[in-house]
């Protein structure tokens, strides 16, 4: 029996789902890259204890939530946010839905490891509270009060038409 057996199906099926939530909490494809990469050789490394009885996909999903927070802390990797273009090209206005995109993705970047892994998992993967708290391995308390903190500065970081 192959020590990967089903590894392979695991990435085909949820490797696309894994790399937007890997972009969503780096803000750069490259990191998203490579931060996924990373995490997928531990989950391969894990395989068989979480073939025969574990959650693999719950496992990569901490696992990229806690490596982001380690590169951030140990300043390994620079987070970049998304840079607002001055003006647009002559002949060429920017589209609203763009300039709220670059705004939000701005604002994001300048939200701490932790609050920005909140808002991607609680807004963009709906997930509720305990499973939040459960993937981040902190209480449900601290998902509420980093919610809470991360959407406070969000609001004052962008322009109300963000949220239009």
Not at 12 to 24: G, K
Not at 110 to 132: C, G, M, N, W
């Amino acid at each position: 029996m192959d020590r990967y057996e089903g590894f392979h199906e695991f990435v085909r099926a949820r490797q696309q789902s894994l790399m937007r939530t890997a972009y969503l909490l780096t803000g750069n494809p490259h990191l998203a890259e490579d931060l996924l990469q990373t995490v997928l050789t531990r989950v391969a490394s894990h395989w068989g204890k979480l073939a025969k009885g574990g959650n693999p996909e719950a496992y990569a999903r901490k696992a990229l939530v806690n490596q982001t927070i380690s590169w951030r802390r140990r300043r390994q990797v620079e987070l970049p946010g998304a840079e607002l273009p001055e003006r647009a090209e002559p002949g060429r206005p920017h589209d609203e839905a763009t300039v709220r995109r670059l705004a939000l993705s701005q604002a994001l970047a300048k939200l701490t490891p932790k609050q920005r892994a909140v808002i991607v998992l609680r807004f963009y993967e709906d997930r509720s509270e305990h499973e939040t708290a459960e993937l981040m391995g902190v209480s449900i308390g601290t998902v509420k009060s980093q919610t809470s903190y991360a959407l406070s500065k969000l609001r004052a970081l962008t322009p109300e038409e963000v949220y239009r």
